[in-house]
């Protein structure tokens, strides 16, 4: 491992490469970036759960100029995340760098860092406790560990609003520094052929099926009138969820599920190809899918909430309940003049505010207080 310039410890994620979240998508990112302006990092990354008996695993290796610490577990699911992040924390501790956490799911164990005197700069992503599918104890934990995070850290909002949020329970005035996305200008078309779609012939949504992410009006929206272009829905639903069976039971045939899809170069093409982008989030700062869309040029059908309209910008189009999604995806479909300039608006936004180079240069400087 490289012992020139600044040294990173990223904590919080999945590790490198990437393959499920924002915040995996980011972490790459910024450590290939601090690798190639001659800096070291050091990413941790949650490996698999070891079969029943067998005593979890520590190993460290290189991957294009970044270490990587991995660790098994003894779990499953979230408590496989607290477990590795308890062990990261601990590990972190005698580290040379500065360390960078990407959420504050488990902002007790980062105590660990405060108390060995570590400088500590931590994600506070989105509002997490107040989401609907946590039960009333896991919305208590996420409280808790909010308002630790805010304060035994320097904490990092992505979005003014969220800066407001944690102002309000913080100490320290947060740093905002929104999450930033490579600019896509082209993409292979395919990926579209498996799925019988073809280039602007569909509206894509990419997200996780909650119901705080309005997939379920967004799909009754769509199948209440007939459009000429097919709606393609990435997530994976549980035939005994409920609320995913209700969305299943909702869809007219042109809707497309094709599950979770974690490819990034054929979602990426999906994306680029699709005529509009829909975004239902409701809660959350600046969201790394809607950055993304922004990114490739897309047409935004967005929720009307604050954060949304701050990201994408006032070019897009925007509803506040199914009658108004309905109308904008007519639009999208029908006016031609309108879709360009939304194509327009998304480039000039995502140009403005979400480049990925302006974006690692910012929580450079925040890291290490540099202009460089």
């Known amino acids: 491992m490289a012992a020139t310039g600044y040294h990173v410890n990223i904590l919080g994620t999945r590790g490198v490469p990437a393959a499920h979240s924002g915040f995996e998508y980011f972490a790459d990112h910024f450590a290939r970036w601090l690798v190639a302006q001659g800096h070291s990092v050091t990413v941790y990354c949650q490996g698999p ?35 590795f992040d308890l062990k990261a924390a601990w590990d972190v501790r005698n580290r040379p760098g500065v360390d960078l956490v990407l959420g504050y799911n488990t902002a007790v164990f980062n105590l660990i860092q405060t108390v060995f005197g570590r400088r500590v700069f931590m994600n506070m992503d989105g509002i997490e406790w107040i989401r609907q599918k946590w039960s009333f104890k896991a919305k208590a934990w996420f409280f808790l560990n909010e308002l630790v995070g805010a304060n035994i850290t320097r904490p990092i909002a992505d979005h003014p609003e ?22 896509i200008t082209t993409a292979p078309t395919d990926p579209l052929a498996s799925y019988g779609l073809t280039p602007d012939g569909y509206l894509i949504s990419i997200a996780r099926p909650v119901p705080e992410n309005s997939i379920l009006q967004v799909v009754r929206a769509y199948s209440a009138q007939q459009h000429g272009v097919k709606l ?25 599920f094709p599950g ?50 701050w990201t994408a910008g006032a070019d897009q189009f925007y509803f506040a309940d199914e009658a108004a999604c309905a109308e904008a995806m007519r639009s999208v479909v029908e006016d031609p003049e309108r879709l360009a300039r939304a194509r327009s608006g998304a480039r000039l936004r995502h140009a403005e505010a979400f480049e990925l180079d302006d974006i690692n240069r910012q929580y450079f400087k925040a890291l290490f207080g540099l202009n460089s």
């Open 232 to 256: 393609m829905v990435l997530g994976n639903f549980d035939p005994a969820n409920p609320y995913h069976r209700e969305v299943r039971q909702a869809a007219s045939g042109d809707v497309i």
């Open 260 to 309: 979770g899809i974690y490819d990034p170069d054929v979602v990426q093409a999906l994306r680029f190809h699709a005529r509009a982008y829909l975004h239902g989030h409701t809660v959350g700062g600046t969201n790394p899918s809607l950055v993304e869309a922004l990114g490739a040029g897309n047409a935004v059908i967005a929720h009307n909430n604050r954060f949304n309209r």
């Open 49 to 83: 759960q070891e079969p029943k008996g067998s005593s979890p695993r520590r190993w460290e290796d290189d991957w294009q100029g970044v270490h990587r610490i991995h660790y098994s577990t003894r779990t499953a699911g979230t408590p496989a995340t607290m477990e």
């Open 162 to 183: 969220m800066a407001k949020h944690v102002s309000s329970r913080s100490l320290r005035k947060p740093v905002m520094i929104a999450y930033g996305s490579p600019r």
